[in-house]
């Protein structure tokens, strides 16, 4: 999803048949593949949700993709139902044919008509795609697709992780990335409306010291990670 401002001539579009290949290339370095971070986000979600005693069935994908985080609401979160959407209209031919289903929708971003209904929006590395000047826009959009008191999990990549900054630079769709931290962020939601609920860094350790990844959860609320997550509710 490169922006939300040209939604029928997507620049990811370019990239969705080869989109696996160059985020594995970038991700190479850490030792891990896109599977061990994609179901990292959801896992760590998951327990944030359980501790708010929450189970949301309707869940919103903004910047889906290919879709490929769709089995994970599936069988981490147990959502009943996902839509996922898009500005790529490539990405979202690839998510219908390999995870559409009864209960699983994605559509272009420019077809989506927010209605209030969802429980949960998610969101990972979107928002530095994202134009500034168009984010706002983008949160209000996020806002009027949850329920009232619904939530909203952000995640992006850690500009203040050297080792984020270097794996972004070597994936092609990432080096002009304008990056987005997590005060801005912050500001950024409350500027939408969200009340902000917990903020946690992720993904510490590469895999050569994967060792001392028990201590992550510890570690979280240190800004040492190479992705961070806001989870925030609607007011």
């Not at 994605?106 to 209904?117: A, D, H, I, V």
């Not at 092609?172 to 009340?195: C, N, Y």
Request: net charge neutral; aromatic share 12%; charged share 20%.
């Amino acid at each position: 999803m490169k922006n939300d401002s040209s939604l029928n001539d997507s620049q990811f579009d370019e990239f969705a048949l080869d989109y696996d290949s160059a985020l594995e290339e970038g991700l190479s370095v850490s030792g891990e593949d896109k599977t061990y971070f994609c179901q990292g986000r959801i896992a760590w979600l998951k327990d944030c949700l359980c501790k708010l005693n929450s189970r949301p069935e309707a869940v919103l994908d903004f910047g889906c993709g290919t879709g490929s985080t769709t089995p994970y609401f599936l069988d981490l979160i147990q959502a009943k139902s996902v839509l996922g959407v898009d500005s790529s209209s490539k990405s979202i031919e690839l998510a219908n044919q390999n995870y559409g289903a009864q209960y699983v929708k994605f559509m272009q971003l420019g077809r989506f008509q927010p209605m209030g209904q969802m429980d949960l929006a998610f969101c990972n590395g979107v928002f530095h795609h994202i134009p500034v000047e168009a984010r706002l826009s983008a949160i209000q959009l996020i806002d009027r697709s949850l329920r009232p008191g619904g939530f909203f999990a952000l995640w992006e990549n850690n500009p203040w992780s050297p080792g984020t900054r270097y794996v972004m630079s070597r994936i092609p769709f990432d080096r002009d990335a304008v990056t987005l931290s997590v005060l801005e962020a912050r500001r950024l939601l409350r500027s939408g409306g969200f009340e902000i609920l917990r903020i946690d860094f992720l993904f510490v350790f590469p895999r050569m010291l994967r060792w001392l990844r028990f201590s992550e959860s510890f570690v979280s609320k240190l800004p040492l990670g190479a992705q961070y997550q806001i989870l925030c509710r609607k007011t």
